[in-house]
């Protein structure tokens, strides 16, 4: 590579040529027209290509076509190259600012036609609103410029360049640059034009840009403009319609700040908008306007004057075929969704999303935490030296970076709080861009994660901090020593609102202990919430070697250093089905509580700002699952942070079956984002009367046999089970080990909440440890009566001193089979285990078992430390169903407390089974699946999983919790299972 071109790739620098200073994204009547579409396209492995291509009269026949905006590696099945994970990890060695000379330079070109009515424009501005991760721009063959900050727009002025009629654009992007070094998100790095390219006419006497900044207070609204426009663009006038405003400014001296009067506030909840217009003869902006007013308060974060909770996510732009690419139809439907499972916040992690997800964000009513384009997360791995956080050469390109970020989005009401960015260390740059902020929008905070010490920043924000940890931030009067702090720096910190910017790591099958979290922002003032690592999986469609697609993570396209699967933590699979992760969420969330006492609910509206009029409240009564009352609860306006007792309906309470009242609270008609009756929030009260578990009967007599009877539907050869209701079965059989989840694979950091781990290794490295994957059993003794099966086993894995004893009883009761299994462990375990179930077998036979039927908790699949999402009902599904197709294939399908389960083969019932209660009161759980755990195990994902008909049934007397380790705390120890005596009592009959 030349040293030109290298000293080029390697400038700190933002970039040459682009406007200054970088203005709002703007409505505009005035005429322009997209580039999007197809150009042509060549890639080269390297940067040091030849720039002729730029020249007018190249000839590019010969290049292939592409589309723009996408990404070049998700085109072309592979040809151009293959999309890289890493989180942290730098795909290229650590020389800062250098990079290799292997950086694979995409060069494009395409023809656009000026009309001639543009000639009376002022100038003509050439747009683009994202491209990784360095581009150089040429027009008619003259050099315009060029730019970095992938998520960022960048406008050049291009009118000395073009002409009336033909002309053509050229564009060289490297997937590689300087500014690759402060672009290090958690992310696929996926090079390309992936957002719009527009050419913009300026007209004389035009508007160059627009900031109303509003405010609100006690019905009163405010408007405090900024017009940025030649003096002969004068008189400006401003209309908002619906108020009544029509302000006309004759020249920029007279544009001043108004109020208004009768005005209703902007919140997330109550998203309301006014249309507005600033117009000059020669050209109208659109907006809409939104009055709230961002305070903090002592330790409090307030709009409007109330203090706000963050139910948030953070949201990447990702989709599995387009990657980044905008498609507004989809965001749409993904900001919906997230209404409707009660998420009313977004943090733009780690970069500003494209501009008109925050259109729609002010429409559908989000709190939004808006990212600045910035992480250095890699210096991590050599002590964050050389960050350039701290280094002086690199402060034009953080400043650049935030003032694209704030002037672009300005006129957001949904935008809250301005973010520095993501994992950067800390710094003078980061210093001055907070700086900066303040003193540009007085009207925002700003926050930043990395400023431990609170120098900089108007909000303490952590990670991932533990239960015990959010409750210590959230007490009054803590005065103990905050991470990384001196005591001077900790009391500073204290004053401010807290903020979990990212928690509960939402990787696989988890997070658990949402609930924990929750009670703690109602019972803290100060703790505000808030944003669940993360909103979506982002998979990578594709297909596996015979065909089949599948969602591609790290790894998968043959990445030389990649983060495997660590790219799959969403409550959102990639295919956008919710997993039971947000389901539960939105239980935990609800914005609506009920408290049962007696004959009465009490029914707390834990909004920001809206009362319930919205809502209607619906009762229902069931006996075992099954409906038999249902009516309208009359329930008076709820205000806003207020409560209201109201009696409850009369319960028809039934003798001989379980009775439930369920309440759930609906949408009384339709909104943009959810249809009339859609459930916001859901209560159930057990009412049921108490009825006796059966005793078990003792029985005398036993005697030695060969184990080779039939004990009514069950058939047993050598004390073991081989026919069930006339079908091949084989059971039970302990089953101990679960396919791990990603947190039940991620190392312990030694700082857990349960006391059952050990530092660096994983609570799965220590079940394998333990073979419990690969047990092993020897048969301790056979027994029989008349009407009874006695087996006792020794269980125990190779190379183990460990055991778990074994007695399962099979006896005809009432003339029913029953089962009762005693399992009891050895001494000397020492963590803790993933269950403690029976497994039954069903092989296929003609008709395999291909559903289920249960009362039971359900709908999805619950834990102990998920069960919030979970209500006690009759629930149907098929096999598949049961299962969660998580990205890397792991626990998943447990239905928790289980009363009753009847399998199915197609209309037909197979088998039904009653759990009874221990003695303790306590239910077992079940999970049906095609696989086996150590089938799930050997999976990387889900199409590697063998074909099978064999149906496999596990009965838990308990699981072990979820907890979020992935990138978290451990389960909680509650809910930790530790290794324990259990009983499992089944009555089984033929279906």
């Not at 999309?83 to 250098?98: A, E, G, K, R």
């Not at 627009?210 to 008189?235: C, K, M, Q, S, Y």
């Not at 289980?898 to 089974?913: F, N, Q, Y």
């Not at 907890?963 to 120890?973: E, I, Y």
């Amino acid at each position: 590579m030349s040293s030109e071109l290298s000293a080029y790739v390697s400038d700190t620098a933002p970039g040459r040529g682009a406007l200054r200073p970088a203005r709002s994204w703007l409505h505009s009547d005035a005429p322009s027209r997209s580039l999007n579409g197809p150009w042509r396209f060549r890639l080269s492995p390297t940067a040091s290509v030849a720039e002729d291509f730029a020249a007018e009269g190249f000839d590019d026949h010969g290049w292939d076509s592409i589309p723009v905006p996408s990404h070049w590696v998700l085109q072309g099945d592979g040809i151009y190259g293959r999309p890289i994970y890493t989180n942290i990890q730098f795909p290229f060695p650590i020389d800062p600012p250098h990079v290799p000379d292997e950086n694979p330079t995409g060069d494009y070109r395409r023809h656009f036609d000026i009309p001639a009515d543009w000639s009376d424009a002022a100038r003509v501005v050439l747009r683009f609103d994202g491209v990784e991760s360095l581009f150089k721009v040429w027009v008619n063959g003259v050099e315009i410029g060029s730019a970095s900050g992938s998520r960022l727009a960048h406008e050049f002025d291009v009118t000395s360049a073009v002409r009336t009629g033909d002309n053509v654009v050229a564009v060289r992007a490297h997937q590689w640059s300087a500014a690759s070094y402060v672009e290090d998100q958690d992310q696929w790095w996926l090079p390309g034009i992936f957002r719009d390219v527009t050419l913009i006419t300026r007209p004389a006497g035009g508007i160059e840009d627009v900031w109303l900044r509003t405010g609100f207070d006690d019905g009163h609204g405010h408007i405090d403009p900024e017009v940025t426009a030649d003096a002969a663009a004068f008189p400006v006038t401003l209309r908002i319609p619906e108020l009544g405003i029509e302000q006309v400014w004759a020249t920029a001296a007279d544009v001043a700040p108004l109020d208004v009067a009768g005005v209703q506030p902007w919140s997330a909840e109550q998203p309301r908008l006014y249309d507005a217009t600033v117009s000059t003869a020669a050209e109208s902006i659109a907006l809409r306007v939104g009055f709230r007013t961002v305070e903090i308060r002592r330790d409090r974060f307030l709009v409007n004057g109330r203090r706000v909770v963050f139910h948030g996510v953070n949201r990447h732009e990702v989709h599995p075929q387009r990657g980044r690419v905008f498609d507004e139809e989809h965001a749409r439907a993904d900001l919906a969704r997230m209404k409707r499972f009660n998420v009313n916040a977004i943090r733009t992690s780690h970069y500003p999303p494209h501009p008109r997800l925050l259109d729609l964000a002010d429409e559908l009513g989000f709190w939004v935490v808006l990212e600045c384009d910035l992480e250095t997360h890699g210096f991590d791995k050599v002590d964050w030296a050389g960050n350039p956080s701290d280094d002086p050469a690199w402060r034009a390109a953080y400043l650049d970076r935030i003032q694209r970020t704030v002037e672009r989005d300005k006129n957001h009401p949904s935008i809250v709080i301005w973010s520095l960015g993501n994992e950067a260390g800390t710094g003078s740059n980061l210093a001055a861009m907070s700086a900066w902020v303040h003193a540009r929008d007085a009207g925002r905070p700003v926050h930043y994660e990395g400023d431990y010490t609170g120098e900089y920043t108007d909000i303490y924000s952590r990670m991932y901090a533990t239960v015990l940890e959010t409750e210590q931030l959230g007490t009054e009067g803590a005065r103990s020593t905050l991470m990384n702090c001196t005591p001077a720096q900790s009391a500073r910190q204290r004053t401010k609102p807290f903020l979990l910017c990212e928690y509960a790591h939402a990787m696989g099958n988890g997070p658990g202990a949402l609930d924990q979290y929750e009670a703690l922002v109602h019972e803290y003032p100060r703790l505000h919430g808030g944003f669940v690592w993360e909103w979506r999986d982002h998979g990578i469609l594709t297909t596996a070697p015979d065909g089949t697609p599948y969602y591609a993570y790290g790894g998968d396209f043959g990445e030389v250093l990649h983060d495997g699967n660590f790219v799959m933590d969403g409550m959102l699979l990639s295919n956008d089905v919710p997993t039971p992760s947000l389901h539960e969420y939105k239980a935990v969330v609800q914005p609506v509580r009920f408290v049962f006492d007696g004959d009465t609910v009490a029914i707390t509206n834990l909004r920001h700002s809206a009362d319930t009029s919205d809502l209607r409240f619906r009762w229902r009564v069931e006996h075992d699952g099954t409906p038999v009352d249902s009516g309208a609860l009359e329930v008076p306006v709820v205000t806003a942070g207020e409560s209201q007792r109201v009696p409850l309906p009369k319960i028809p309470v039934s003798p001989d079956a379980e009775t439930w009242l369920t309440i759930d609270a609906v949408l009384a008609a339709g909104t943009p984002w959810a249809p009339e009756e859609h459930v916001i929030a859901t209560a159930q009260l057990d009412r049921s009367i108490p009825r006796p578990v059966p005793a078990v009967r003792l029985r005398t007599g036993w005697q030695p046999g060969d184990g080779t009877l039939t004990l009514g539907i069950a058939e047993f050869a050598n004390g073991s089970l081989v026919r069930l209701a006339g079908r091949a079965a084989t059971g039970p059989r302990l089953e101990l080990f679960r396919a791990p989840t990603d947190n039940d694979e991620s190392p312990s950091d030694g700082v857990e909440e349960s006391d059952a781990s050990i530092a660096g290794v994983s609570n799965a490295d220590l079940w394998r440890r333990d073979g419990l994957h690969r047990l092993t059993t020897r048969r301790i003794s056979l027994e029989r009566t008349a009407d009874a099966l006695r087996t006792t086993d020794k269980v125990s894995a190779a190379n183990s001193a460990l055991s778990v004893m074994v007695e399962s009883v099979w006896s005809l009761e009432d003339d029913e089979l029953e089962l009762r299994v005693e399992i009891e462990p050895s001494g000397g375990w020492r963590t803790v285990w993933p269950r403690i179930g029976i497994r039954f077998d069903l092989p296929d036979g003609t008709a395999p078992v291909d559903g289920a039927e249960w009362f039971g908790l359900g709908p999805l699949e619950s834990y102990p430390d998920s069960l919030r999402a979970a209500r006690t009902g009759h629930f149907s599904s098929t096999i598949g169903d049961l299962s969660v197709d998580y990205a890397r294939p792991q626990e998943t399908g447990h239905r928790s407390q289980l009363r009753r389960l009847t399998l199915a083969s197609g209309d037909t019932e197979v088998l039904r089974i009653v759990a009874i209660p221990d003695t303790h009161g306590r239910r077992p759980g079940f999970t049906l699946s095609r696989h086996t755990p150590q089938q799930i195990t050997q999976a990387g994902h889900p199409f590697e999983l063998p074909d099978t008909t064999t149906s496999h049934l596990i009965i838990d007397a308990a699981q072990h919790g979820l907890g979020s380790r992935a990138c978290g705390p451990d389960v909680w120890p509650e809910f930790a299972l530790r290794p324990e005596s259990r009983t499992i009592r089944l009555r089984i009959t033929e279906g």
